[in-house]
């Protein structure tokens, strides 16, 4: 894993986002990991922004979303489908038909992690996923525990990471409790990971994961070292509690 530290999350946005530019110009038909929370939104800004003033064009781009809530509308607000709607694909030109995000609203959900594992893995895989990363070291919605050989599957959400998404919602009470997510080998069959990470909440899941060099299940952002194609792009308040003597990655 390489380790980029930045300033803040200002230019943490502007390098990931110069990185996605840099791929969809080189490659107009990239398939794109895209994830929710609140860290991607400074990127998406600046994706948006770049699509204004110089026009990159995600016409022939694919999307593939890391995660959904179970039960959740597409039409509802706290959806990552409205999410991304509102955060970024109803300001670019991505075709509706290259947008892909589990269905939180499947009658039948194994079939629907089934049929979401078929969709990514046809033809070739994600050039760049982008990943946050939860306080708890969840990736996607892979909470500790998960089994780094899972493909997409229907996860229980920690408590710790209901509270920590409560923000985005009334009460911690409508929070869902259940997700459908990518499992952990289905993120690491992209070809380029890109970690952001951005403030001092995740300062403590910053040094468990880089001041070791364990892979454990109950760190599933510890997978991440097995893959040969890994930036963080962390901020120094992220990396207030790693010194660069300690780094491990
Ligand atoms: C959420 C999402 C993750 C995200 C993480 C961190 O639960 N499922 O994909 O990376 O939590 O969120 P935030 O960026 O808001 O800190």
Redesign the pocket.
Known sequence: MKVLEVKDYHEMSSIAARIIIGKVQSKPDAKLGL??????IGLYKELIQDYRSNGTSYESVCTYN??EYVGMDPEDPNSYRYFMEENLFAHINVPESQIHIPDGTAVELEAECERYDLELNRGEGVDIQI????SNG????NEPGTSFSSHTHIVKLAET?RK??ARFFRRLEDVPTQ?I?MGIASILKAKQILLLVSGI??AEVMKQLLTTDEVDEQLPASALKNHPNVTILADEEALSLVKNADLKT
């Open positions: 994830a929710t929370g609140g860290t991607p890391l995660d990943l946050g990363i939860g969840h990736i996607g919605f990471t920590a998404n997700a997510t909440n995740k």
